[in-house]
């Protein structure tokens, strides 16, 4: 889908769109009815913006499969109400039962995150300082790879960092302390491939025994003992 030259005429979207919500009608004259009134996704998908990177796309689901909450290098943090407040409404209100942390390779975050440029701009350079903080942690890690593997590298610890700010946030604490069932996955995209792979265990609670994080992931992601 393009729009030719700098014109404020979106027909062609509007047009691309008429033809979709067709198309779908005329598979299931409910596809659209049936979830009006209502939403009750069973996934919530943490992302990254990246265009490459479509989440409804890549797990072939419907409007009112997956709730999406996406920014800039897929991060996850206490103090952004933003994120926080998805967390919220999806596990308490929503009641999902998945939450997908979906990073990519080839993200654009990450390496602004692992190689410093002076052209990254001066707002997004703030956002990433996350991404700094997870090379930081993992400096024995990475160093000495090269930089197209220290970039993937950085891309699966920084899914990982994010699930365990997920984990730990007050929100998912709550729900698996009054018995909630939430499983949070850690997964990487392949823009390349278009195929997903877990990075690591799903996360199921705190002491499932598949908090294999690992000692590893703990250590790279400062675990608290006492959320054990
Ligand atoms: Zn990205």
């Known amino acids: 889908m393009a729009i030719e030259g700098t014109t404020s005429d979106i027909t062609p979207l509007l047009e691309a769109n008429r ?24 996934f919530l998908y943490i992302g990254c913006s990246d265009s490459r990177a479509h989440p409804a796309a890549m797990f072939s689901m419907a409007p009112g499969e997956v709730f999406v909450q996406r920014n800039v ?4 943090s206490v103090k952004d109400l933003n994120c926080m407040s998805c967390l919220e409404y999806t596990i308490d209100h929503l009641k999902v ?24 701009a001066g707002v997004t350079n703030l956002w990433i300082s996350d991404v700094r903080d997870v090379r930081d942690k993992n400096a024995a890690a990475l ?18 960092a994010q699930v365990f700010n997920v984990v730990s946030s007050p929100v998912v604490q709550a729900a698996w302390a009054r018995g909630q069932q939430l499983v949070v996955h850690g997964l990487v995209y392949t823009p390349g491939t278009g195929r997903v792979k877990e990075l690591i265990k799903p996360v199921t ?8 994080l690992s000692a590893k992931l703990k250590k790279h992601c400062s675990f608290s003992e006492s959320l054990k």
């Open 19 to 42: 033809k979709w919500a067709e198309e779908c009608i005329a598979k299931d004259p409910t596809y659209f009815s049936k979830i009006a009134g209502s939403q009750s996704p069973e």
């Open 73 to 76: 290098g897929n991060l996850i």
């Open 97 to 120: 039962k998945h939450i997908l942390v979906t990073g990519h390779y080839n993200c654009g975050a990450c390496k602004a995150g692992l190689v410093w440029h002076p052209s990254t």
């Open 143 to 160: 160093e000495g790879l090269p930089l197209d593997e220290a970039w993937d590298k950085l891309v699966e610890l920084n899914v990982e």
């Open 205 to 212: 609670g705190n002491d499932d025994g598949t908090y294999s």
